[in-house]
């Protein structure tokens, strides 16, 4: 069985009105996207779908955590995700996308599938600079070897005789 069939919402006979959808995403929804930088992680996201006679609106809820890398360390850690979206479905003649939050898809369609939303929220609800946070002591909790060995190759630009040269012809 195609694992992301799962994720497929059969609108088509749904009553007008609110329906909500639950899906639990581990370590197999990730594994589907093939060039997935999340590897790991433990969501849980429910969708409440209002089924309206021209369209459906979707709000997303996500909540739980991922491993992803460290951006200074290059070790991973467990980052939460929380997220809040919106998606509206406007029926039309093809697919194709307004904007961020508005998809049209053809009127004869029946169901959707909302895996590759899911996918997006989640990494949408990632900052761009990942990094270990800090313990009770305001300390970072990354990798201390690599932190170290980061600090001994950080350059020395105290005595740096071309930027002092640049320095003086401005006084002048």
Known sequence: MDYLKLFVIPFGGLKPGNHQFSYEIDDLFFEQFEYSEIKHGAINVSIDLEREEKMLVLHFSIEGAVEVNCDRCAVPFSFPVKGLETLIIKFGQDYHEEDDEIQIIPEGENQLDVSPFIYEYI????????VHPLNDKDESTCNPLMIKRLKELKPDNSNNSTWDVLKNLNKN
């Open 123 to 130: 990494h949408l609800a990632l900052p761009l600079k990942r």
